[in-house]
């Protein structure tokens, strides 16, 4: 009687272990197509910029800053110095305006990082535009009281 129960024993464990393995297969698969489905929803979100925004720059920026952009990408591709191939993103700089005070933001790409730099008065300067713009330009139709920072 104990050779048949371990028997039995042996029988359920390779079963449990067959179900384990199957339930591991199907785990991984779930988990691939959860990452392509991440994917696809980064996709779709980096199109957005592709499809909406670039575009209307080269209406918007001679309309608001009196000058047109010499080049407009949303994507470049470099061969690195390993061959191998990579996108590197386009924007080097963006500037931020707040609405409730006087102060701009500026930032830039430095490598790969950023640096910050907050202008309160004065001039600015656009680099990517070589364009140099007076604090008192940007607001120039807002409210004389608005605050400085």
């Known amino acids: 009687m104990a050779a048949a129960e371990l028997r039995e024993f042996k029988v359920e464990a390779q079963a449990f272990r067959h179900e384990m393995q199957a339930f591991k297969d199907e785990m991984r698969e779930d988990r691939r197509e959860m990452n392509r489905k991440w994917g696809d929803l980064a996709n779709k979100l980096g199109t957005m910029v592709g499809d909406l925004v670039c575009p209307s720059l080269l209406r918007v920026m001679p309309e608001t800053v009196g000058q047109e952009p010499d080049r407009v990408a949303i994507r470049v591709k470099q061969r690195g110095p390993d061959g191998r191939r990579r996108e590197i993103g386009s924007l080097l700089e963006y500037v931020l305006v707040a609405q409730d005070r006087r102060q701009i933001d500026i930032y830039r790409r430095t490598g ?32 004389p009281e608005l605050p400085a920072a």
């Not at 730099?117 to 007076?134: A, K, S």
Request: glycine share 10%.
């Open 112 to 143: 790969g990082d950023w640096a910050h730099e907050r202008v309160q008065g004065g001039t600015f300067r656009i680099e990517t535009l070589d364009l140099e713009v007076p604090v008192e330009a940007v607001y120039e139709d807002i409210d």
